[in-house]
């Protein structure tokens, strides 16, 4: 196994410049689309200017606007050479601004500008649809680390390789999970090192237990760098946000994740049969998470076949806690209150559709579950105050032959299943 892993290495070695290569065209894709999109609001603002100016009379050449202009941007240039090739560009520029102004005439009026307005609208729609069409996931990230190769993380390998098949997938696990993985084909390169790995990956994926991301966001960040990626998977936000607020991550970037897709099972066999077809995936966004880099991940998520949607790791934690924690530790709760009561094997076959829904829950690994209680403990203590509550007042209303309250809650359920319908 070790020398499968040092073959590994070596080919990772080899295919440092090419990873490079990628990198920078993708970049330079993101950066077009950017530029592009800023041209054209600049050209739409010279049109609003020469509108102005014909109002007042004034000349459309301004040559001291001009070479403020072209003074200004070489002076952003990091070398003669750029700042020669930036004034080409924006005299360019300006010339094309100086075009649009003098051809103000006739379609400066209310109802040409109604009518540009328009056929304007289906063309700006074809370049959306175009845009959303070429949102290849490679173009954001070309090389990925997934840390952590287990039930999500195998499921992200597996929806990399589908989606985007020429990414570079690292992984970093046991050497067991590890030869299994580079076995399917599922991985590029295998490591059992997560710095290693983390310090050539665009984009780095901490899906390892709660507070092992910790731990390892801590070990890695030395490794990090400017244009850098991580994101973790666990269904916790609150504590690995404010980890990430307070480590030196070296100018990478950093935004929880949480894929709201799942199964009961554990590992990466379990991950081949976890549906995923347009599942949410939650984005809770720091202080360390640019603008550009929530995009980018937006973008590569959607190309993923995935639902992004942004929430606060507050709102989101709140939010869990009753959807998904809580109804984990009621299915738990039940099984063991039902085992207090040793009722057979037998007779539990009586049972219907719901608690069969409940018992899948009963499978679920504790190890994985104990930790995540104990990340998100305040939120589940009120979320189990707020049942018992409910479950109290049915209790009383059982008794009462109206049963308004029970048909209340009923009233009150329904309005959830309504609202997301």
């Known amino acids: 196994m070790s020398m499968q892993l040092e073959l590994e290495n070596e080919l990772a070695d080899w295919r440092k410049p090419t990873i490079k290569l990628e990198e920078s065209r993708a970049r330079i894709d993101e950066l077009d689309e950017l530029i592009a999109s800023l041209i054209n609001e600049r050209l739409m603002l010279c049109q609003e200017i020469g509108e102005a100016k014909k109002r007042l009379n004034k000349p459309v050449l301004d040559d001291k606007r001009e070479q403020e202009v072209l003074s200004r941007v070489a002076s952003v240039a990091t070398d003669p050479v750029i700042a020669k090739q930036l004034i080409d560009i924006y005299t360019t520029m300006l010339a094309g601004s100086r075009g649009l102004q003098e051809n ?33 996931p490679q173009r954001y990230f070309p090389t990925v680390t997934i840390i952590g190769l287990g039930l999500i993380g195998g499921t992200l390998a597996r929806l990399i390789r589908k989606h985007s098949p020429k990414t570079n997938i690292t992984a970093v696990d046991t050497p067991e999970v590890l030869q299994k993985a580079l076995g399917e084909g599922l991985i590029d390169c295998a490591e059992t090192k997560a710095t290693a ?52 991550l070296h100018g990478a970037d950093f935004i929880g994740g949480h894929p709201l897709f799942g199964s009961q099972k554990s590992g990466l066999d379990a991950s081949s049969a976890v549906a995923t077809e347009q599942a949410v995936f939650c984005l809770t966004p720091i202080s360390k998470s640019s603008q550009m880099s929530v995009k980018r991940f ?40 039902i085992t207090d009561q040793n009722i ?53 209303d059982l008794d009462s032959k109206e049963k308004t309250e029970l048909a209340r809650m009923f009233k009150q359920a329904h309005s959830i299943l309504e609202s997301n319908q």
């Open 344 to 396: 057979s094997e037998q007779d539990l076959q009586l049972h219907g559709p719901a608690f069969k829904n409940l018992a899948r829950l009963m499978e679920s690994p504790p190890e994985m579950w104990l930790d995540l209680f104990d990340q998100n403990k305040e939120e589940l203590q009120k979320a189990i105050a707020e049942l018992v509550e409910k479950l109290n007042l049915a209790s009383t």
């Open 298 to 337: 937006r973008r590569w998520l959607e190309g993923l076949g995935l639902k992004p949607v942004e929430a606060s790791a507050e709102t989101h934690d709140k939010v869990l806690a009753r959807t998904s924690h809580l109804v984990q530790l009621i299915a738990i709760a039940l099984g063991a209150a």
């Open 104 to 136: 103000l005439t006739e379609s400066t009026s209310p109802k040409a500008q109604a009518g540009a307005n328009v056929h304007a609208e289906p063309i700006s729609g074809s370049s959306e649809a175009t845009l959303a069409g070429a949102r290849i």
């Open 197 to 248: 790995a983390a310090e050539r990956s665009s984009l780095v994926v901490l899906a390892a237990p709660p507070e092992k991301n910790i731990e390892i966001l801590e070990t890695i960040a030395p490794k990090l760098s400017k244009r850098q990626l991580v994101v973790d998977v666990t269904s916790t936000k609150s504590r690995v946000c404010l980890a990430a607020e307070s480590i030196d």
